[in-house]
């Protein structure tokens, strides 16, 4: 961990809790591909919204998608700034002193203006890093988008350029007199971890009889690893 | 599941999967009291910045808090505009057609202008409620903020007027021509359930030994339910 940040602008520079901030790309790429939806933030008649979405990358480009329709995607998609956050819950952080508690986590926010893909061929190409990213394998293996579906899904590209990383593991922060033992000797402090994996694949009712479940859902990877 | 935001204002009115609205207060509450952290959207010179903080809810009011030094938490709490989402993640839907994956998730919105607290004994009740949301039993069991921690801590208050959940859940939605089993029959479809659990307890390293783990971490319910 190291005290900066990736691209230090001044709104992507970690101000606060700087020991926790990461430099190198390889800690923003982990983050994001660690994740499975982002929080989208925009500017909608002078008011912040966020919403979750889907979201995928391919080298320094961040994609989020939406539909066509929505508000949101629109407001984001005339070039206004946006700002993109992934995190990641690993733990509880239980101090000895309330102000101590905290979250041990991984936290990836992008800065910039969004780009509308219009291009067909982009935008088939993004659509199949998010899908892969949702569900790595489902692009090859479900079916393609028809021309209506494309039109009525918008996609956004955004750089990595402007990006931070922040990242809290390990055991509580305290104060040193809270570390006396014959003041506060019998007070617990420590980490309860979180734990994420994937349950039984659960079967569309629809689905005919006989029909496995494929590689690429029973083999998927943790989730958040 | 209806088809009525909350508080149908038009920006707290959801346009896009109105099927997926919900809008009883006591879903609203169960969202937020599930969730661990919240994204905190907020206007800051313009371009919208989201972070990931702590929060807590008492009645009809959202509470955030943060350091009183960080540049987001300023921006926020001058009475400027607010928005607040949090989302659990509960599995991911593989369609028979890569424009209907989704995810199924629980998700809840405010919107609003957040008050700062100054009143030390609003502030300390507030923060009771936000360590208690993250660390349930904390507040009675660790060391109290002293007065300069409690400088340090900047609470917002957001009411929880303007808000909306969403909720989607069960089997993926498909097109009638993707379920025709001559064409499609094949094809899994399902949803992969995302489960989320406490791992053991990791004691901080300054522990002496012989401390327990206290009832209020080792009985503490299953994350996110």
């Given at each position: 961990?190291?005290?900066?940040?990736?691209?230090?602008?001044?709104?992507?520079?970690?101000?606060?809790?700087?020991?926790?901030?990461?430099?190198?790309?390889?800690?923003?790429?982990?983050?994001?591909?660690?994740?499975?939806?982002?929080?989208?933030?925009?500017?909608?008649?002078?008011?912040?919204?966020?919403?979750?979405?889907?979201?995928?990358?391919?080298?320094?480009?961040?994609?989020?998608?939406?539909?066509?329709?929505?508000?949101?995607?629109?407001?984001?998609?005339?070039?206004a700034e946006?700002?993109?956050?992934?995190?990641?819950?690993?733990?509880?952080?239980?101090?000895?002193?309330?102000?101590?508690?905290?979250?041990?986590?991984?936290?990836?926010?992008?800065?910039?203006?969004?780009?509308?893909?219009?291009?067909?061929?982009?935008?088939?190409?993004?659509?199949a890093v998010?899908?892969?990213?949702?569900?790595?394998?489902?692009?090859?293996?479900?079916?393609?988008?028809?021309?209506?579906?494309?039109?009525?899904?918008?996609?956004?590209?955004?750089?990595?350029?402007?990006?931070?990383?922040?990242?809290?593991?390990?055991s509580p922060?305290?104060?040193?007199?809270?570390?006396?033992?014959?003041?506060?000797?019998?007070?617990?402090?420590?980490?309860?971890?979180?734990?994420?994996?994937?349950?039984?694949?659960?079967?569309?009712?629809?689905?005919?009889?006989?029909?496995?479940?494929?590689?690429?859902?029973?083999?998927?990877?943790?989730?958040?690893?």
């Amino acid at each position: 961990m190291t005290h900066q940040a990736l691209s230090p602008t001044p709104r992507s520079t970690i101000r606060r809790g700087k020991n926790r901030a990461v430099t190198d790309r390889s800690a923003l790429y982990a983050v994001l591909d660690a994740g499975i939806v982002c929080h989208l933030a925009f500017v909608a008649d002078g008011a912040p919204v966020v919403i979750p979405t889907g979201f995928g990358r391919a080298g320094d480009t961040l994609y989020v998608h939406g539909s066509t329709g929505a508000a949101s995607l629109r407001a984001a998609a005339a070039g206004a700034e946006v700002c993109v956050n992934v995190t990641l819950l690993d733990g509880v952080v239980y101090s000895r002193a309330v102000f101590h508690h905290s979250v041990n986590y991984r936290s990836a926010t992008v800065h910039g203006a969004a780009r509308q893909l219009t291009d067909r061929d982009e935008k088939l190409a993004a659509l199949a890093v998010i899908t892969n990213h949702l569900a790595p394998g489902s692009w090859d293996y479900a079916r393609e988008p028809s021309k209506q579906e494309l039109a009525k899904t918008a996609v956004l590209a955004l750089d990595l350029t402007e990006a931070a990383v922040k990242i809290r593991n390990g055991s509580p922060g305290e104060e040193p007199e809270d570390l006396v033992p014959e003041r506060n000797g019998r007070t617990w402090a420590g980490v309860l971890p979180l734990r994420h994996a994937w349950g039984e694949p659960v079967p569309c009712p629809e689905l005919p009889s006989g029909v496995d479940v494929p590689a690429h859902v029973t083999a998927r990877p943790a989730p958040f690893g």
